[in-house]
């Protein structure tokens, strides 16, 4: 099994743990985290962006992980991904680096499995 | 003086200060972060929201200033903006309010100066 | 007017101008903040005491503002606010000194506040 | 060996390696550390929430995981452990997600181990 | 009175009454974190560099502050200064600017400082 | 192949992907970050103990390597690098312990290294 679909299975099988808890702020918390890229005045592929620079600067590997994947899946192109990073290194330094690895890593496999299965899904 | 001329004007002088010290290392730092934002495949827009997100939840209020009055130059409208800052306030979580408060604020003030004044320039 | 008028005006001003703006995210976000401090099986003393070490690990002054009223309210005792503020100290190290400093400052304010005025509220 | 297991001894032995070096500022901050969560006017599981939330909202996997094993140490149960964490998602934002995971998937190994072991130290 | 005498003053007093509160993890904490900065094999002017690269990019004003002090007590040339705020801003990235803009600030009014009185102290 | 080795690898090889993108942006920031610890007025082993301050403060592993094996090659004593990892134990505080058994954890694998074979590079 690749790495990207064992992100996605611990990720899938933990979230459902987490929410037969039943704490209702965190299911709140959950729905408000897919809403924030839903499509609104800005496209999701914008939003994705965002989300991608955010994790990026804050330095979370599977949140990277989660938003490289969705990138793929909203057709960002590698130039724009390559910018986006840019501003994420600038405004983090450094300390972004292996983070940034990670990113181009994953980007890297996702194009593999695109190039082998056209509808690759989260 | 209003608050974001006085944000300007010390961010100007200092910026001046800094480059004077003549070490190489800080002044093509300072000339790659410029470039970050310049227009390529991503527009010039799309670029300055992944600054004022990257600047929210990092947390660090002039970093929002600058990517506010950025904003505002380059016509993002008002809900573009609470968009961006709701991914922001998601991803970064409740310790990010006071700074979507000083964003919000810096916005507020910018457009009484837009109404003001049709050329406002940082 | 002092700090923790001028704190709570400039917070209630601001709460109410972004809420005004209608993202709907946005005013989720901040229902579901104000209600990860209410009773559960945790009391709200303690989820109080959660907030204001957070809030020092994370150094944001205005949160530890918020958070320090509040334990004041719910009648947090001098010497658990310190215990608690030894733990953000310890986790965080004296980079959250400065905070700290802060969060006894207001402290202190609010302790004379109260005694001058038992009927003190946020 | 299991993951607890795993990580009990590899932090057992990285600290006897490191007080071993006889650096005393290090040897008396590893004191400190321990001395932070024993009962005061606060109760130890009190102050296990406290590292439990500083350590999410700061997103450190491994104190989390040794936070966690004392949080289970001092009876906190599940809906105390999801009110614990619900501040720290709330404070920290979905950038804490995967650290929430990580802390549950760690809540649920520990039940199981409890359950075999009624005796289940660190 | 200036900047740094008031900074000086504010963190005297609040110290003064933080260690006044006799918890003694904080107490000993304040001892450890003075300790750090002295004489070792490591020069204290080293450390005051390690200090100040430390506060840099965890992007604390006070902290930078005073460290900006201490280096400057130690003889830190100017050129040492920027060598060592020029990694800081290369590990933490842009984010650290407005920082730096602050203990760049500071260093040129200890300058001035130094310049009228020889024996300036913290 | 060792934890070092496979760290190495990893890293050249991604670097040398990332490179390869040809985003300038990302390019100057590789050539300006190597720059940043080459000798000025403060030796490269000055600034390799910065390098590893830093790294450990904002807590990041694969920093954290690249900076003990740089410390190495620069004769960094134990002695030293204690010191200089107690400043940042200091000043980070506990959240860093995870970090500081990884640099110590990766000093011993150097030195064995070293011991091995005198003409270790990264």
């Given at each position: 099994m690749d790495e990207i679909e064992q992100f996605r299975r611990y990720r899938e099988r933990m979230n459902k743990r987490i929410l037969s808890a039943n704490n209702l702020g965190i299911k709140r918390f959950f729905a408000l985290d897919s809403r924030?890229?839903?499509?609104?005045?800005?496209?999701t592929k914008t939003k994705e962006l965002l989300g991608l620079v955010a994790s990026s600067v804050l330095r979370c590997n599977d949140c990277i992980a989660y938003h490289v994947i969705r990138c793929v899946q909203e057709e960002v192109s590698d130039e724009e991904f390559f910018e986006a990073l840019n501003v994420a290194l600038v405004v983090g330094?450094?300390?972004?680096i292996p983070h940034i690895r990670r990113a181009v890593d994953l980007l890297d496999q996702c194009r593999k499995k695109q190039s082998e299965d056209q509808s690759f899904e989260i």
């Open positions: 924030a890229y839903e499509k609104g005045v800005l496209p330094g450094s300390i972004t």
